[in-house]
């Protein structure tokens, strides 16, 4: 019989703002996997579930000889994190491992969104889209898996303004979940960059769950390296950049439309609805118009259009 092996799971519950950045500390010290959930609780007036605000980030860490050793090194990492924004106590508990295997996939179910969207997690049947543009994600890494709220309205934003025909640009691409979901909308050609190396494996394992291999350009990297290109993927009709709002108007500021196509739009995300004016400034100083918002609980996703 397999020898059962135990981990200890580290958790912190955050605003929904500092979450990837959390989570980015958790995956440094936990490469078997980051979760990020949104917190909800029920309403008794309308008998359902609602969103809190709050999100909480898990982590599993191995419970060999060198667990003491990355804690203090998690906790170190955090309390730096925590000079710059305040943070809440990490939390631990030590389970065994096929209970973490099954609390890692109650917590993903399929997701519908828009009108012929679902996200599925890799363990599912395939049949299950019933006829929905499925999107595949293994949620293996602290990178976008479609449950947060701005993921989602990029999501519907990407399929109501549409990019069938065209080259899709995503900035910060994550987990690859909107370079996949732009060729399951029938993108030409989808080039993917982010800044941080982990992702760019995390995006191809995904875009070969759902058979896309040698379909979308998966490379380390920002806007700027995308201007410097040497082909045709220096622009797109269609940009997506689903970050942070104070990095989106540094962006802006740098070149971020020049990526976009003359007549293209640019759909932005990550900004909560109290920054949404100071995205919408930096994009109106460099010749973009506002014509969409998405709202979900306080996310907005802004769509504007290049003249």
Not at 45 to 74: F, N
Not at 115 to 130: H, S, T
Request: charged share 20%.
């Amino acid at each position: 019989m397999a020898e059962i092996k135990n981990w200890l799971e580290v958790s912190l519950v955050c605003s929904g703002e500092l979450a990837e950045a959390v989570a980015e500390v958790f995956s440094r010290y936990a490469p078997d996997g980051v979760l990020i959930n949104s917190l909800t609780s029920f309403d008794q007036q309308d008998y359902e579930e609602k969103p809190t605000g709050d999100t909480q980030v898990v982590a599993y860490l191995s419970m060999d000889e060198q667990v003491e050793r990355t804690r203090q090194q998690l906790e170190e990492a955090i309390w730096h994190l925590g000079q710059i924004a305040p943070l809440g106590q990490l939390q631990y508990q030590v389970i065994a491992d096929q209970n973490w295997m099954d609390s890692w996939k109650e917590r993903y179910q399929p997701l519908e969104l828009g009108e012929n969207l679902i996200v599925l997690p890799a363990w599912v049947d395939p049949a299950i889209a019933a006829g929905k543009l499925p999107i595949i994600i293994s949620p293996d890494m602290a990178f976008g898996t479609g449950t947060h709220p701005s993921t989602q309205l990029c999501l519907i934003a990407l399929e109501k303004h549409g990019c069938q025909g065209k080259n899709v640009l995503d900035i910060g691409c994550g987990s690859g979940i909107l370079s996949i979901a732009a060729v399951r909308l029938g993108a030409e050609r989808v080039l993917g960059v982010d800044y941080d190396p982990i992702a760019i494996p995390s995006c191809e394992r995904n875009a070969a769950l759902n058979d896309m291999d040698g379909r979308i350009l998966f490379e380390v990297g920002t806007h700027s390296d995308i201007l410097a290109r040497v082909d045709e993927l220096t622009q797109a009709p269609v940009v997506l950049a689903n970050i942070l709002a104070h990095i989106l108007v540094n962006m802006l500021g740098s070149g971020l439309a020049d990526t976009i196509a003359p007549d293209g739009i640019l759909i932005l995300g990550g900004i909560l609805d109290t920054q949404a004016e100071s995205v919408i400034r930096a994009a109106a100083n460099v010749g973009l118009s506002l014509i969409d918002t998405l709202t979900e609980q306080d996310w907005v996703v802004l769509v504007f259009r290049r003249s």
